[in-house]
């Protein structure tokens, strides 16, 4: 029964095979043929169809995420996704279309420390200022660190709120006296980006006055007498020219321009501020605002 049934059935596909051979082989050449050239524009356009909804469906809508990206059964075209070039944020350009300016976080900081923390924000714009500039000051800078402003905007700040807070002076002979004003700043030598400057807070950066103690060696006695005025190099404490300059002289210490000065010894202090003057007092006295510094942040 069974090898009837296959017998009847292998006769016919023969039959059929032989009719329809010639014709069959090169059609199938032909359909590869094309299969294998790159499709015309116009094949293209005309294989697209409009999305349509199909009965049993939600919506062909949602699903167009889905086609665009390899659903051969698909039954709609997704438009094409544009997708707009990325252009890297450049950190000097702060206006780019698209781009946020990164976050000052030092300002912040000195922005939340109250009155002490807005003198220092105050001075280190100023320097900042100075030091984005083409002058003697920035230029004498340079000689140590081919960006100071960038250098110089990483720098933290302390304020030593038990340093020294008295002006000692004793004579040296019946007619001269010596004063020993509190220190103002201190950061330690040659330690380049991020470093701490600590300022006192009894000091002429915050303190314009200072009460006076004299100190008589002999006796080995100390008497306050009224309060003196303290400042930096020649101007006034708690004034902005002198935060500037002593900001100045502190980075002059952080990228090793200037020498070590600790404690005054030899005088040497004088002469490093002196030395700050001799490159930045006229942009240090210099009331101009140019608007970089504003841009910068």
Request: glycine residues 8%.
């Amino acid at each position: 029964m069974y090898s009837v049934s296959w017998s009847l059935r292998a006769s016919a596909f023969v039959i059929l095979s032989s009719l329809a051979g010639t014709a069959a082989f090169p059609q199938a050449v032909k359909f590869i043929h094309k299969a294998a050239d790159p499709l015309p524009l116009a094949n293209l356009a005309a294989g697209k169809a409009p999305c349509t909804s199909h009965p049993g469906s939600a919506a062909a809508a949602p699903n167009m995420a889905t086609a665009a990206f390899g659903d051969t059964v698909a039954s709609c075209d997704a438009p094409p996704v544009s997708v707009p070039s990325v252009i890297p944020c450049h950190p000097a350009k702060p206006s780019q279309i698209g781009c946020e300016a990164p976050r000052d976080l030092v300002q912040d900081g000195l922005a939340a420390m109250g009155k002490p923390g807005q003198k220092i924000l105050r001075a280190r714009d100023k320097v900042l200022e100075i030091l984005q500039g083409e002058n003697a000051c920035s230029e004498w800078l340079r000689q140590k660190d081919a960006n100071p402003a960038d250098t110089f905007r990483t720098l933290n700040y302390a304020v030593d709120r038990h340093g020294e807070e008295f002006v000692h002076f004793w004579k040296n002979s019946p007619s001269q006296y010596t004063y020993r004003d509190p220190y103002v700043a201190s950061v330690r030598q040659d330690t380049g980006a991020y470093a701490t400057i600590t300022l006192n807070a009894g000091g002429a950066f915050f303190q314009s006055q200072a009460a006076a103690l004299e100190v008589v060696k002999e006796r080995g006695e100390v008497r306050t007498i009224i309060p003196r005025s303290v400042g930096i190099g020649p101007y006034p404490g708690n004034s902005l020219s002198a935060q500037t300059l002593a900001l100045l002289h502190e980075f002059g210490h952080v990228i090793n321009l200037l020498a070590v000065d600790f404690d005054n010894e030899g005088g040497k202090s004088v002469e490093n501020t002196a030395e700050v003057l001799r490159y930045c007092r006229a942009e240090i006295d210099s009331k101009a605002r140019r608007g970089t510094l504003q841009a910068a942040r």
